[in-house]
């Protein structure tokens, strides 16, 4: 089993920065593709950014500029770097990974999620 814990979550100034963490810890063989995907309310969940394990990135139009995500492969953790916060990026982002096991099975995953709120 894998667990993703993400992490900084907070209340923002529109204009301000925030920066999420999410590890993952269990049995992992490897890592392939994370990412954040957030949820406002009332809306469905909406991919914001991806990387693989090779460091290749995408973003949401609405997003891009302004985030920045990266990973750190040696401890099995994704961030996502927030800058210029607007008010419609608040909502709850989730960390997503694709998790290849010790048995070679590729799985994903989500993380509990982790509440971003910009205030106007």
């Known amino acids: 089993q894998v667990q993703l814990v993400e992490s900084g979550g907070a209340l923002v100034q529109a204009g301000g920065s925030l920066r999420l963490s999410c590890a993952a810890s269990?049995?992992?063989?490897?890592?392939?593709?994370m990412g954040w995907y957030r949820q406002a309310p009332g809306k469905q969940r909406e991919l914001v950014a991806t990387?693989?394990?090779?460091?290749?990135?995408n973003y949401a139009d609405s997003v891009k500029g302004r985030f920045t995500i990266s990973r750190d492969n040696t401890k099995n953790t994704v961030y996502l770097q927030m800058n210029s916060l607007k008010p419609e990026d608040t909502g709850v982002y989730y960390c997503?990974?694709?998790?290849?096991?010790?048995?070679?099975?590729?799985?994903?995953?989500w993380g509990q999620g982790t509440q971003v709120t910009v205030s106007s």
């Open positions: 990387i693989t394990s090779g460091g290749r990135t």
């Open positions: 997503h990974a694709h998790v290849l096991s010790a048995t070679f099975r590729s799985i994903e995953y």
């Open positions: 269990g049995s992992i063989f490897s890592i392939n593709d």
